[in-house]
């Protein structure tokens, strides 16, 4: 008999637009300031233009904290929980990519719960309680705007926190904030969603009917927009099709955890700071074709939603599927060689040591990899 645990988050908006009336959803969780947290760039794009004014005159105050970066460091998370404490915040916004909503969802917790950061690290491990969160991505992928975990880079690499009380009360998908991304973020962050997917289908652990069904629809769409949105960025019906694609995908792996494609991508951003979409991107057809032997059925089922017509047997599928998903990179003219980043043979011993250490991941993989593998798999993409 069939037991198991779904979570997911409490409400999610989905509407053209609607970031601009993000203060009365503010003033719906009782908020009369809130701290918002985001990156420069997001800034700089001027995507934060319309939101903020969309306070004025609405009761509420809101603080902008903007020193999100990628792969945020420990100190990121400090000075945003630092600052949403100095403001008295009541609530708290994370508003842009997976880095900042993942900040967002630890300051919220801790400028709350007075817990350390250093003791939620792992999972299950926070008390709470946090203060009311609302989160609003600004790119289809990373999907942290449903998910139970916070990714944080520590000098050793890179640690999480995971937890019910990270996932937010609101979820704001608003397709016109993803409008002017460019193509290559486009196309990271969606190839980003898709592991997700992919990986949640196929994950040793806690896969399940629910998240099944989210993963084979995340895959559908993106599958079926990713290249229209990067042809045309402007398409806000195809962008809202990613965005939701990216949230459900969220949704699957938030349950039905990912695996080696994540373990392996995790070194190439805590150590040479390439971005996580893209990190995936380059390893995501060689783990794939390393877990054939194994996933070759699961694959197989992904093949008919991803490559509509397809004929021959499960391993032929599967096969074709690994190969697609491989050349997505390329096919987006993003960067498929590890060299062409500034990685020199030099560093692939140490990349596959970290990875190897990704044990919380690597568990989860159909086919358990040794270092050898995972070694090969680098200098495979060299």
Do not use: W
């Not at 350390?116 to 969160?133: D, F, H, Q, T």
């Not at 991304?181 to 190839?191: C, D, K």
């Amino acid at each position: 008999m069939l037991t198991m645990t779904f979570n997911t988050t409490r409400s999610i908006l989905i509407e053209p637009g609607a970031s601009r009336r993000l203060a009365e959803h503010v003033r719906g969780l009782g908020g009369r300031k809130a701290l918002l947290v985001t990156d420069a760039g997001v800034v700089a794009a001027g995507l934060l233009d319309a939101t903020l004014a969309g306070f004025q005159g609405s009761g509420v105050e809101i603080e902008l904290f903007a020193e999100v970066v990628a792969d945020p460091p420990e100190a990121v998370i400090l000075a945003a929980v630092r600052t949403a404490r100095a403001c008295a915040a009541d609530c708290v916004i994370g508003f842009g990519g997976g880095s900042s909503l993942d900040a967002a969802k630890l300051a919220a917790l801790l400028a709350c719960s007075g817990e350390s950061l250093a003791e939620v690290y792992g999972a299950n491990l926070c008390k709470g309680p946090r203060l009311p969160l609302i989160l609003v991505p600004t790119t289809a992928g990373t999907g942290s705007e449903v998910t139970a975990v916070s990714v944080v880079t520590t000098d050793t690499g890179k640690n999480v926190v995971v937890s019910p009380l990270l996932l937010p009360d609101l979820a704001l998908l608003d397709a016109e904030l993803t409008l002017n991304l460019p193509a290559a973020v486009t196309a990271a962050t969606g190839i980003d969603a898709m592991v997700h997917a992919v990986e949640a289908y196929t994950t040793r652990h806690l896969k399940n009917p629910i998240s099944d069904c989210l993963a084979r629809e995340a895959l559908r769409l993106l599958s079926s927009d990713l290249q229209r949105v990067c042809d045309n960025g402007h398409d806000v019906e195809a962008r809202g099709r990613m965005l939701l694609g990216a949230c459900l995908a969220g949704m699957a792996f938030a349950n039905a955890p990912v695996a080696a494609v994540h373990a392996l991508a995790y070194p190439l951003g805590a150590r040479f700071h390439i971005p996580h979409g893209l990190s995936n991107a380059l390893v995501l057809g060689p783990v794939l074709r390393f877990n054939l032997s194994v996933a070759a059925p699961l694959y197989a089922e992904l093949a008919d939603i991803v490559l509509p017509g397809i004929v021959g047997d499960a391993q032929t599928k599967a096969r074709a599927l690994a190969d697609y998903l491989g050349a997505l990179a390329g096919k987006s003219r993003l960067p498929t060689r590890l060299s062409q980043l500034g990685i020199a043979e030099r560093d692939i011993e140490s990349l596959a040591q970290d990875g190897f250490k990704q044990q919380r991941l690597l568990g989860n993989n159909p086919r358990e990899m040794a270092l050898a593998d995972i070694r090969a798999i680098y200098e495979e993409i060299l």
